[in-house]
């Protein structure tokens, strides 16, 4: 089994910043492409960023220059940093992940969440 745990969301005024992180657990064998999900009320749910294991990242354009987003393999850990936040931030912030429980099983993983709120 794996466990998927996100922290550090929270409320922020506009312009600040908050740093997410993303821890996972369990039986891993590897762990391949880790990312950011948000979900705003009435939308639909949006890549935020992702990155692979070898560091190639990708951004949604409206977070490009202002979201940075990082991995520790030694921690199977991943990393957003959120600077410059707008209220149009303002989302549940998902972290996925596509983790090898052995060399030839492989599985996507979400966490539970964490509330991201920028107030105007």
């Known amino acids: 089994q794996v466990q998927v745990v996100e922290s550090g969301g929270g409320l922020v005024q506009a312009g600040g910043s908050l740093r997410l992180s993303c821890v996972v657990s369990g039986s891993i064998y590897s762990i391949d492409v880790m990312g950011w999900y948000r979900q705003a009320p009435l939308k639909e749910r949006e890549l935020v960023a992702r990155?692979?294991?070898?560091?190639?990242?990708d951004y949604v354009d409206s977070v490009k220059g202002r979201f940075t987003i990082s991995r520790d393999n030694a921690k199977n850990t991943v990393y957003l940093q959120m600077d410059s936040l707008k209220p149009e931030d303002t989302a549940v912030y998902y972290c996925?992940?596509?983790?090898?429980?052995?060399?030839?099983?492989?599985?996507?993983?979400w966490g539970q969440g964490t509330q991201v709120t920028v107030s105007s």
């Open positions: 996925n992940t596509l983790v090898w429980s052995n060399s030839y099983t492989v599985k996507n993983y």
């Open positions: 990155i692979s294991r070898n560091g190639s990242t």
